[in-house]
Antibody
Framework: QITLKESGPALVKPTQTLTLTCTVS??????????VDWIRQPPGKALEWLAS???????YYSPSLKSRVTITKDTSRNQVVLTMTNMDPVDTATYYC??????????WGQGTLVTVSS | QTVVTQEPSLSVSPGRTVTLTCGLR?????????PSWYQQTPGQAPRTLIY???SRSSGVPDRFSGSILGNKAALTITGAQTDDESDYYC??????????FGGGTKLTVL
């Protein structure tokens, strides 16, 4: 059974850097073709794709956030880490990680709500 | 400015058919965009319904189907049920390993 679980701070202050971890179980991050993505959703608003990292280490970013976001993975822990710098209240959202496989996001974490406030 | 467009809201009577669409502000959606569709109920993570235009995810009822209609991707619910009342999002592959979601459609079944 494949599961993903997000973890990280629930509250960050403006200008701080956010670090979120996605722990993946049931599939290795080195399995050919496997990607893990971060997707966020501000309260009451739409989903927004942020970044992907693939089994071979290639990573890709939303053009609108590329300067602030970094995605990395730790294959020994089977974890994917998202870092977002210079956080602002508009970045308040539920952050999801999801497996990217065969043209879909097929397994999603439960999401973690991050509030940006002083 | 939403690049990927969806109807903000739609309503359908139980048992009737409804089609949700996913377009581009500029240009046409084709199978090359590998459209996928997700259903989300309040407080829950999205659930994958359709991927690669018209492939149904495991466990998804066959009343959900995907297609290309004209210049848009489409999700059709045939025989809508009250349980189908949810938010629906499409996602498009924009090339270069970049994805974009639509603004979502709030579907009411009544």
């Amino acid at each position: 059974q494949i599961t993903l679980k997000e973890s990280g701070p629930a509250l960050v202050k403006p200008t701080q850097t956010l670090t979120l971890t996605c722990t993946v179980s049931g599939v290795s991050l080195t399995t050919s073709g496997v990607g893990v993505d971060w997707i966020r959703q501000p309260p009451g608003k739409a989903l927004e794709w942020l970044a992907s990292i693939y089994w071979n280490g290639d990573n890709y970013y939303s053009p609108s956030l590329k300067s602030r976001v970094t995605i990395t993975k730790d294959t020994s822990r089977n974890q994917v880490v998202l870092t977002m710098t210079n956080m602002d209240p508009v970045d308040t959202a539920t952050y999801y990680c999801a497996r990217n496989w065969q043209w879909r996001f097929d397994y999603w974490g439960q999401g973690t709500l991050v509030t940006v406030s002083s | 400015q939403t690049v990927v467009t969806q109807e903000p809201s739609l309503s359908v009577s139980p048992g009737r058919t409804v089609t949700l669409t996913c377009g581009l502000r500029s240009g046409s959606v084709s199978t090359n965009f590998h459209p996928s569709w997700y259903q989300q109920t309040p407080g829950q993570a999205p659930r994958t319904l359709i991927y690669n235009t018209n492939s149904r995810s495991s466990g998804v009822p066959d009343r959900f189907s995907g297609s290309i209609l004209g210049n848009k991707a489409a999700l059709t619910i045939t025989g809508a049920q009250t349980d189908d009342e949810s938010d629906y999002y499409c996602a498009l592959y924009m090339g270069g390993a970049i994805w974009m979601f639509g603004g979502g459609t709030k579907l009411t079944v009544l």
